[in-house]
């Protein structure tokens, strides 16, 4: 890393880690002595308690968890201090490991919740074409999800941040959580790789309240 930076959460998405385990160290100095953070082995699929076959189940999964090769790895920690880091994965269970995207810096969380001003869900480009004679095709395509968020109500401080924000972000990927800490499904099921996709212009059509509408897509 070189510089010091201040880190309290670790993402990795788009991966077939599942199974194995994780090991995230943080050090004072760049040529990895002082730890001063230490995850210890953490495994990677993170919802325990559930019916899990690896290796011996015919799609990797049992039935209880569709979604469960598709999810993320995230972790919270206390705000350190590091000028470098080491990543360790043991107990591979693939025939080869990839990790497409990681992420490892400081989270902001949002300034307003949109609450009922907030869309989530699947978008998908699969076709469904009637052929000749009869039959239905189905050509499959691309599945993502879309955030949008509605901040009709947001006080002109909390706008003030979201304009800052968005400006830095802008078509940079990044990492959403939208239910951090809540934990099992709900939280791994909303946390996802994106990119800022529309940010429409501020504006007001009553003077008490603000409009500010914004899409993430994820990538």
Not at 5 to 15: G, Q
């Amino acid at each position: 890393m070189g510089e010091s930076r201040k880190i309290d959460s670790f993402f990795m998405f788009r991966h077939n880690g599942h199974g194995g385990k994780v090991r995230l160290q943080l050090f004072t100095n760049s040529d990895y002595t002082t730890e001063v953070y230490n995850s210890g082995a953490l495994e990677i699929y993170q919802l325990q308690g559930f019916d899990v076959e690896w290796g011996t189940a015919p799609l990797g999964l049992t039935s209880t968890d569709l979604l469960g090769l598709e999810s993320p790895y995230y972790s919270f920690f206390t705000a350190t201090t590091c000028s470098s880091f080491r990543i360790t994965f043991t107990r591979c269970t693939q025939p080869y490991w990839e990790f497409g995207r990681i992420f490892m810096g400081k989270y902001r969380e949002a300034p307003y919740n949109p609450q009922l001003g907030m869309q989530f869900g699947w978008k998908s480009s699969t076709e469904n074409k009637r052929s000749i004679g009869g039959s239905l095709r189905t050509r499959p395509g691309e599945r993502w999800r879309d955030l949008r968020a509605d901040m009709t109500f947001a006080a002109d401080s909390d706008r003030a941040i979201w304009r800052d924000v968005l400006g830095i972000i802008d078509a940079q990927d990044v990492a959403i959580s939208i239910f951090p800490g809540v934990g099992g499904r709900p939280e791994r099921d909303h946390t996802f790789n994106a990119q800022l996709d529309q940010h429409s212009p501020f504006g007001w059509t009553n003077p008490s309240i603000n409009e500010n509408v914004f899409t993430f897509t994820e990538i």
